[in-house]
């Protein structure tokens, strides 16, 4: 979903560039609550595994295709603030070093993949795991379901800047309906992906999973293993 | 598992997913691009993007023809790259604990 330069008109890329900047600041303070020693090196592991997981294009169909945006992902492993900046260390990477989304649409896109991808995702994330049974098996589940929301949302959101700002003379409601039906079928590979890749470090490294904590494990924690205090 | 076992597995998985299996991923338009292709606002797009002359641009490596290699390497440059500026970033960020404490990891 990354957006090129051009798409929107300079007043709506500054308006992003503002709102992005200061979700990241506040992110930047929001985040040390949730980094320590532990947490620190697992974030940076994840934004390059976000990195990576872009770069995965899936088909969906009709000569579509989608790729992990990883918001949700990022913030069930290590915490909502901390994953929107994964994501926009993501996003500033290629947009610097890969020319994948403008440099002057960098707000846009850290505004609509990090913040919203992220936020969503883990809001959906937070109301599913509350309804589920308290057990880590329900994490990835409803980890799964906040991905899953997350893409057609950011496509939603993608539409308003596009109705506010978009340069080009498009009807909205063709553009919302395109936009927000191709990405509900690509959140369903965001929801694959995430779902599975949270499974996973909660089967090798529960403990370092920030959206299982306080949920009850089946089996108790090796001696080997790092129990948070 | 231990930390630095799980760290380096996870970094490993990244660096064969961005270097190697990235080579298969769908070449196809994503979900923005086949949108705008569709419904005509495609060609909004600034023919000449703000360039950073990145030698990695569009995941090619410049000055290496071959598209497999060349797509490898970019992937894993953006990888450490964002190993890099991330970990970095969060290293500074993070709460310290007391010097005492000894990691197990």
Redo the contacts between chains.
């Keep these: 979903?990354?957006?090129?330069?051009?798409?929107f008109d300079a007043p709506t890329s500054v308006a992003t560039g503002v709102v992005a900047a200061a979700g990241v600041g506040v992110a930047?303070r929001k985040?040390?609550?949730e980094?320590?020693?532990?947490?620190?090196?697992?974030?940076?592991?994840?934004?390059?595994?976000?990195?990576?997981?872009q770069?995965?294009?899936?088909?969906?169909g009709?000569?579509?295709?989608?790729?992990l945006l990883g918001g949700a992902l990022a913030a069930v492993l290590v915490g909502p603030w901390?994953g929107a900046?994964?994501v926009s260390?993501?996003l500033?990477?290629?947009?610097?070093?890969?020319?994948?989304g403008?440099?002057?649409a960098l707000g846009t896109n850290i505004t609509l993949m990090a913040l919203v991808g992220a936020f969503v995702g883990y809001g959906v994330f937070r109301l599913v795991l509350a309804v589920l049974p308290k057990r880590l098996g329900s994490v990835p589940v409803a980890a799964a379901l906040g991905a899953l929301v997350s893409v057609p949302t950011a496509?939603a959101a993608?539409t308003l800047l596009?109705a506010i700002g978009?340069?080009?003379d498009?009807a909205t409601g063709?553009?919302l309906a395109?936009?927000v039906g191709?990405?509900l079928v690509?959140g369903i590979g965001e929801a694959v992906i995430t779902g599975l890749v949270v499974s996973a470090v909660i089967t090798?490294?529960p403990d370092?999973v920030h959206g299982a904590r306080g949920v009850r494990g089946r089996r108790a924690p090796l001696l080997?293993?790092?129990v948070p205090a | 598992?231990?930390?630095r076992t799980?760290?380096l597995a996870?970094?490993l998985?990244?660096?064969l997913?961005?270097g190697v299996?990235?080579y298969y991923?769908?070449?196809?338009?994503?979900?923005?691009e086949?949108?705008?292709g569709?419904?005509?606002?495609l060609?909004?797009?600034?023919e000449e993007?703000?360039?950073?002359d990145?030698p990695?641009?569009?995941?090619e490596t410049s000055g290496v023809d071959n598209a497999r290699l060349g797509g490898g390497l970019?992937?894993v440059?953006?990888?450490?790259?964002?190993?890099v500026?991330?970990?970095?970033?969060?290293?500074v960020?993070?709460?310290?604990?007391e010097p005492t404490?000894v990691?197990?990891?």
């Design positions: 979903m990354h957006v090129p330069d051009g798409f930047l985040a040390r609550a980094l320590d020693d532990r947490t620190a090196p697992m974030a940076g592991l994840v934004a390059a595994f976000v990195f990576a997981g770069m995965i294009n899936f088909p969906v009709a000569g579509t295709s989608g790729h901390t900046l994964c260390v993501v500033l990477v290629q947009a610097l070093f890969m020319a994948d403008g440099l002057t496509a993608f596009f978009g340069t080009a498009v063709k553009v395109a936009m191709w990405h690509i090798s490294r370092l080997t293993e790092e | 598992m231990k930390t799980f760290l996870g970094l998985a990244a660096l997913i961005a299996a990235s991923a769908s070449s196809h338009p994503d979900g923005l086949y949108v705008a569709k419904t005509g606002f060609d909004s797009a600034d993007p703000v360039s950073t990145s990695f641009a569009d995941y970019a992937g440059a953006g990888v450490l790259l964002t190993l500026i991330g970990g970095g970033l969060f290293r960020l993070r709460r310290r604990e404490t990691d197990a990891g």
